[in-house]
């Protein structure tokens, strides 16, 4: 509860003082479909924000509108509240680390960082200075004279963040940055960027459709889908209060139930599943009486046996992993066989067998009765 | 069981499964694939052997080992290659040659050896026929026969450059090459001034080699570079126009370049139809206010046409007209005025001269039959052999380095300039290195476009080939073609890199 809370006024304090804006945005690159449709969006200074969503939603389209190598078919982008729309990329002073990380083979590491100060026209002493501080601050003191082909994927990634971030600029963007690196490796560089962002403060837009990535990394997350930001929110809401159903679907894991809106009591809806009895869940967005809708519950927030209290439905356990600190149930519930319990393995909870029937429920805020896309 | 393996590692050879040592056996299981991989490409081997390697070797070598004259007059061979050259020609000497005269004119000999005595000393090849019919009819003291038949046999340096014939393994032809003179006392000078060519030959093949290198390469970095970022259908669509000179006969290409470029071709009639003819020589004539040639590049070859263009020209332009043709007119007229009309004339005919680069006529550029054709041609014909490398390595550079550079405050310019093109540089170094090392030894298209000064050491090859029948100078010729083929080689080695050349 408390982390939801935190995500909340960050959204709130960060938003007000928007350093990026993207007002009613659209992209076409064929003049036929929209790739990004109506975009607004208010990235906060000093905000890690992070674009998420499936491949082809429009993610890098938007980053690349952000950078200046692609241009808006409609709408204004806003940098420190002056339209960049008319900028050439090379004026807009955004740095970007890109997915393959574009380290220029014919030049060494040092050269590499110090491209982007021969280009601003800084004096040898100032460059020097600052390139050394730069590889300091990834670790990589030792490695100047190399060529990227001499370096792991690792030490790459660690030098396109450095390179990105020698000119200081205010904004960086990153392309799924860490999407060519194993998961090990990959869980310990999110750390590394988040601890980055932390230090300096820069504005960070960062790509990824990794959810767990970002998820550990963002502040806020903008979930794209079909080139529309399905919800803008902190990781915990976005979790926790998922608003559609393409969202509690993308992020995290989610047992779904159909059914039918009967009735609405305030902020609740009576729903009938459509295989079965009636239940209460809270209305976020299921339109009317009569209009079909999906609940969507957390595998975690699953109560079985005998506290699951006045929702209870009956569930039969179909299948058990043990997976040592949870264990992973799969039932069927209302006629639906992939309902998914995580079991918390300790005492108070009896041993499940399989083709066992044991009641569920659950608190009845966790269950969201969302649209039935 | 690891414990064993240690163990023998450490006391004796490792042994295979039956019992033979491990390295014994990898060396026999290599053996057998290699000779296998030996055996496919065998056929090959030989053929590349017996119709490139062995013929280059062979000619090499015929371009300092010259036998015909050894061969064929025995008697005087020996005593020829003893005698220093210096000292006076003795009754010896002349009675050797009349023998062997009167053996090669039995065994109708005489007409080769003749041949290859005139190489050394032209005027040679009478004296030599004419003695020899007369040779059966000497008597001594022979060395006043051979006078009496021709006086020539009365100069010692004849004797010489008989003597230099005589020497079957000589550098005479590798000197020839080079412009030197190799004679019979063993001395080595230069050639006379008007007679060295062959230096300023392989000048002008290299400096011709070197224009159609570059003018490949500004043409082709652009298409290149088009044809890398052009969507796939329309680069394919663009890569057939690129490879088109290579599917048509290069007579139907050359015949085509004739015709654009003649006098009255397609170019002349465009550039005097919008003017541009004009545009270019006012523009040339800026830059070489006072320089005959330009002064002078409308005067053209014709110098009577070029007398006559006068009044036509004050007619044209008035009585003090501003071009070209007018300032060469009155040039002609001021020459007129101090040194009647054969001064005139004379300084019209330097004017042609120094113009025939240039034009002739009304104002139209020979750009065929000339260097400047040669170069035209040969750019079009090589341009492929520049875009094919080019293409296959820019097709490797991914664009998120242009980005990447662009994003960090490059412009378009320093992007391009130091992030693209040196990734782009072992893709100019092949097609740079393919087209030089094509065009050094072009024949083709310099014989057919070439005109006088268009011509290239290929084609002295070709002329001492088929129609002086030197061969000897023609494969000394080569080889020196070959030597500098093969620095230019290492030269591009040391500089790029050769590893560092990407074909395709
Ligand atoms: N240069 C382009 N030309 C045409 N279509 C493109 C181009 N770049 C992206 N697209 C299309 O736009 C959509 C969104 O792509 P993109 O922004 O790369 O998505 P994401 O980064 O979220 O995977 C895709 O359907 C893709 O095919
Ligand atoms: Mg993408």
Not at chain 1, 116 to 132: F, H, Q, W, Y
Not at chain 2, 304 to 317: R, T, Y
Not at chain 2, 382 to 410: D, E, H, N, Q
Request: net charge neutral; with cysteine; charged share 20%.
């Amino acid at each position: 509860m408390r982390a939801t809370s935190q995500g909340m006024d960050m959204t709130a304090d960060k938003a007000a003082d928007a350093f990026v804006e993207f007002e009613r945005v659209q992209k076409s690159y064929d003049g036929e479909t929209l790739v990004v449709k109506d975009l607004n969006l208010n990235i906060g200074r000093g905000e890690f924000l992070t674009m998420l969503g499936p491949s082809g939603s429009g993610k890098t389209t938007c980053l690349m509108m952000l950078a200046g190598f692609e241009t808006a078919t409609h709408g204004d982008i806003r940098l420190d509240g002056k339209a960049i729309n008319n900028i050439p990329p090379h004026k807009r002073g955004i740095g970007m680390v890109f997915q393959n990380y574009a380290l220029f083979p014919h030049m060494t590491v040092a050269e590499n960082l110090a491209f982007p100060l021969e280009v601003r026209k800084l004096s040898k002493a100032d460059i020097e200075t600052k390139v050394g501080r730069a590889l300091d601050m990834v670790q990589m003191k030792a490695f100047g004279g190399r060529r990227p082909a001499q370096l792991s994927g690792g030490q790459q990634q660690r030098i396109a963040l450095a390179r990105a971030l020698v000119f200081e600029p205010e904004l960086v963007l990153m392309d799924e940055p860490l999407g060519a690196l194993d998961k090990q490796l990959r869980e310990h560089m999110q750390y590394e960027i988040k601890h980055l962002h932390e230090r300096l403060g820069v504005t960070v837009v960062y790509v990824t459709h990794d959810q767990s990535e970002a998820l550990t990394m963002s502040d806020r997350i903008a979930v794209f889908n079909d080139g529309v930001i399905q919800q803008l929110a902190g990781p915990a809401t976005l979790y926790e209060k998922p608003e559609n159903a393409f969202v509690a679907q993308f992020i995290g894991e989610n047992n779904k139930l159909r059914g039918r809106v009967e009735n609405i009591e305030g902020s609740h809806a009576v729903i009938a599943l459509d295989n079965g009895p009636k239940v209460k869940a809270l209305a976020v967005n299921c339109g009317g009486i009569g209009k079909p809708t999906l609940l969507s519950i957390r595998p975690e927030r699953v109560i079985l046996g005998p506290e699951a209290g006045e929702t209870a439905l009956k569930g039969r356990v179909v299948e058990l992993i043990y997976l040592g600190d949870h264990i992973r149930c799969r039932m069927e519930v209302a006629g639906d066989d992939e309902f998914i319990v995580k079991v918390p393995n300790n005492h108070a909870h009896a041993v499940l067998q399989v083709g066992e029937e044991t009641p569920i429920g659950w608190v009845v805020d966790d269950c969201r009765a969302l649209d039935a896309a | 069981m690891a414990e064993t393996t240690t163990e023998t590692t450490k006391n004796a050879p490792l042994l295979a499964a039956d019992g033979t040592p491990l390295r014994r056996k990898l060396e026999q299981a290599l053996f057998v694939s290699r000779m296998r991989a030996l055996g496919l490409v065998a056929p090959l081997l030989a053929f590349i052997l017996a119709v490139f390697i062995i013929p280059i070797v062979y000619f090499m070598i015929q371009g300092m080992h010259n036998p015909v004259y050894a061969d064929r007059m025995p008697n005087s061979t020996p005593i020829l290659q003893a005698w220093d050259g210096q000292s006076p020609v003795t009754e010896e000497m002349a009675e050797a040659m009349v023998k062997d005269l009167i053996l090669t004119r039995d065994n109708r000999e005489i007409g080769r050896v003749a041949t290859r005595v005139n190489q050394e000393f032209s005027g040679a090849r009478s004296m030599f026929t004419s003695s020899a019919r007369k040779a059966e009819r000497m008597e001594p003291p022979f060395l006043e026969a051979l006078v009496d038949a021709d006086k020539d046999w009365g100069k010692q340096e004849v004797w010489r450059a008989i003597k230099v014939a005589a020497t079957s393994w000589t550098p005479a032809y590798y000197l020839a090459a080079l412009d030197f003179q190799y004679a019979g006392d063993g001395s080595i000078t230069r050639q006379d001034a008007e007679r060295r060519i062959h230096v300023a030959l392989f000048v002008r093949t290299m400096e011709i080699s070197l224009i159609v290198t570059i003018s490949c390469f500004v043409l082709g970095y652009p298409v290149a570079w088009l044809l890398a970022e052009l969507p796939v259908r329309k680069a394919n669509l663009l890569m057939i126009l690129v490879l088109l000179p290579f599917w048509t006969s290069i007579l139907v290409r050359t015949t085509a370049w004739i015709a654009m470029l003649q006098g009255q071709g397609v170019m002349n009639d465009l550039m005097v139809f919008t003017g541009l003819n004009q545009v270019i020589l006012q523009i040339s004539m800026l830059f070489n206010d006072y320089k005959d040639l330009t002064v002078s590049s409308l005067c053209g070859i014709d110098v009577n046409a070029a007398l006559g263009s006068i009044p036509a020209a004050v007619e044209k332009f008035g009585a003090s007209p501003p071009g070209t043709l007018t300032r060469c007119g009155a040039e002609i007229l001021a020459a007129f005025e101090q040194g009647g009309e054969s001064g005139a004339r004379s300084h019209a005919e330097a004017l042609a001269a120094s113009a025939q680069r240039w034009g002739y006529g009304d104002e139209r550029f020979s750009m065929i039959y000339n260097k400047l054709g040669t170069i035209i041609a040969m750019t079009h014909i090589l341009l492929p052999f520049m875009i094919l490398p080019l293409y296959s390595v820019m097709k490797t550079v991914p664009p998120s380095y242009l980005r990447a550079a662009k994003s960090m405050g490059a412009t378009n310019w320093t992007a391009f300039w130091r992030v693209y093109f040196p990734q782009t540089i072992p893709g100019i170094g092949a097609g740079a290195l393919l087209v030089f090392i094509l065009a050094i030894g072009y024949y083709i298209t310099p014989a057919l476009v070439g005109g006088q000064d268009g011509q290239m050491i290929s084609n002295f090859i070709d002329f001492h080939m088929r129609r002086s029948l030197n061969w000897s100078l023609a494969a000394a010729l080569g080889g020196v073609l070959l030597i500098i083929v093969l620095f230019f080689y290492w030269l591009y080695d040391r500089i790029v890199g050769i590893d560092n050349m990407k074909l395709g």
